[in-house]
């Protein structure tokens, strides 16, 4: 009995000493942070006397695109993304695998399948400063596939990450197509909810490594929910066409955004997605 008082006494130095390392580390951390928002700031400063555009502490050209190589380019957001831009004054290559729909877009093209093993060395000849990676792939079915699941994976994550990792070094900006279905794990999607989820983490880390790093290129996630085209079936009150879709980008870009949602409502319902507790998000059919 005697014992108790000596043990809660003894829990008790044990707990305030751990509580005092914390608040100190905390303290540690919040001088850390004090010193990196002031710096930031000083950055700003002299970034808005030299006409930059500071994006997460990082300096940023206002016209930071000017040859554009857009991967998934045959139809969709990808193409009405050529088209957009082309008509903002950028110069624009489109790159896809079906040569005939990248032949009525005109211009500047470039035919290939992004998981070809030289897919990578044949868009860095192209000499661009910017990439756009809209290639994706994603099939719903009843059961489980897994051939369709390989496939989402080749392209949305492994030909993803080769041309992420070259534009560290060779880009001033890649911007990557994720989606809304990679916020939370979504049924029958094969694959393509988990690989969408992937490139959001992927980003995310380049961003913090381009940062960190000091390397000057700028990562760029794109947050779609339902665009109308094949990929995204819905209701016409979810939809958005192609070309709002593009707009929306474009204008996202110029303002120096590094994560877009497409539309800006998906952004609150993103939110709302997150804060679900997982009991009842996976009571909710998302069919």
């Known amino acids: 009995m005697w014992g108790l008082p000596g043990a809660a006494l003894n829990i008790a130095h044990v707990g305030l000493s751990t509580w005092a390392m914390s608040a100190s580390k905390i303290g540690d951390v919040a001088r850390r942070f004090g010193r990196c928002c002031a710096t930031d700031a000083a950055r700003a400063v002299e970034n808005v006397r030299e006409g930059v555009v500071n994006c997460g502490g990082m300096k940023r050209k206002k016209e930071m ?151 000057a290129c700028r990562y760029v996630t794109l947050l779609p929910g339902f665009v109308d085209t094949a990929m995204g079936q819905a209701s016409r009150f979810w939809r958005c066409s192609a070309e709002t879709a593009a707009n929306v980008i474009v204008r996202g870009l110029q303002r120096g955004g590094e994560v877009l949602y497409v539309t800006p409502r998906w952004r609150w319902i993103a939110l709302l997605m997150r804060c679900l507790p997982r009991g009842i998000f996976e009571r909710i059919p998302l069919k």
Request: with cysteine.
């Open 65 to 215: 695109m000017r040859r554009v190589a857009v991967l998934g380019a045959t139809s969709g957001i990808g193409r009405a993304l050529v088209v957009r831009l082309r008509e903002e004054g950028y110069e624009v290559v489109a790159v896809g695998r079906r040569r005939a729909l990248l032949e009525t877009l005109g211009g500047e093209t470039l035919t290939l399948d992004v998981t070809a093993p030289d897919a990578v060395a044949q868009v860095a000849a192209l000499g661009v400063d910017t990439v756009i990676y809209n290639a994706g792939f994603g099939e719903r079915t009843a059961l489980p596939d897994a051939s369709r699941t390989a496939r989402a994976l080749e392209v949305n994550v492994i030909a993803f990450e080769r041309f992420a990792q070259w534009a560290l070094t060779a880009c001033r900006c890649f911007v990557a197509t994720a989606s809304i279905a990679g916020v939370r794990g979504l049924e029958d999607t094969n694959g393509y909810s988990a690989s969408k989820a992937y490139m959001i983490n992927a980003m995310e880390g380049y961003r913090r490594k381009a940062r960190h790093g000091g390397f």
